[in-house]
């Protein structure tokens, strides 16, 4: 099994493009999340989703936006991005409200210039 | 909102002893989750071990045990036989009965001295 692909893995953009950060899983899980890592900082939630169609805010949701067309992909993106916006970039998915854990993507590492 | 501490940023242990690395967490919620997990330096989130709040006994993986002291609310990790392979980071994280995700505490690095 893939588990949580995340894609791509490095990413630099400048100040003020817009990208997305793509997330797919193949377990049929029906919650998955974004979080962000920063140093020092653990990991923070962005965004999550209990099943298709369904989204909402994390602890820190300001600059990104999310979607959740089917239950497989969850993309991130990011409309504009600012320096404040690198980091690195974890999604992840879960069955039964992630009660027996969270399986995590391998991460997207963004550097904003 | 809950809040996950984790007190020790850096600890360092000998190759075969034992180590314990401290987690502490606020919530108000009487059903709830809570997680280790490790962090290699190749990035990948690997879950340790996990203890339902509802259950007394502490959970055990292997070498990994925890120390869940409900009433102090705190969820130590107990390592023991330490190896190279444990050297990362290590993240507590709490999972409350909602459908959001997890809250993590900000990490301990664990050197592994050979």
């Known amino acids: 099994n893939a588990g949580v692909t995340q894609t791509p893995k490095f990413q630099v953009l400048k100040t003020g493009q817009s990208m997305t950060l793509q997330c797919a899983q193949d377990m049929n899980h029906e919650y998955m999340s974004w979080y962000r890592q920063d140093p020092g900082m653990g990991l923070r939630l962005i965004h999550y989703s209990v099943g298709a169609g369904i989204t909402d805010q994390g602890e820190v949701p300001n600059g990104y936006n999310v979607s959740r067309s089917t239950t497989e992909d969850f993309p991130l993106r990011l409309l504009s991005a600012a320096p404040s916006q690198t980091s690195v970039y974890f999604c992840a998915s879960s069955y039964s409200r992630g009660l027996y854990g969270y399986t995590f993507g391998s991460g997207t590492r963004l550097t904003v210039v | 909102a809950q809040t996950v501490t984790q007190s020790q940023p850096e600890m360092s242990v000998q190759e075969a002893e034992t180590v314990t690395l401290s987690c502490t967490y606020d919530t108000s919620e009487s059903d709830y989750y809570l997680f280790w997990y490790k962090q290699p330096p190749s990035r990948q989130m690997i879950l340790v071990i996990r203890?339902?709040?509802?259950?007394?006994q502490n959970a055990t993986e292997n070498r990994f045990s925890v120390n869940f002291q409900k009433a102090a609310k705190s969820f130590s990790l107990k390592i023991s036989d330490s190896q190279l392979g444990d050297a990362a980071m290590y993240f507590c994280?709490?999972?409350?009965?909602?459908?959001?995700?997890?809250?993590f505490g900000k990490g301990t690095h664990l050197i592994i001295q050979p």
């Open positions: 203890q339902e709040a509802y259950k007394q």
């Open positions: 994280a709490y999972k409350g009965g909602g459908a959001d995700g997890l809250t």
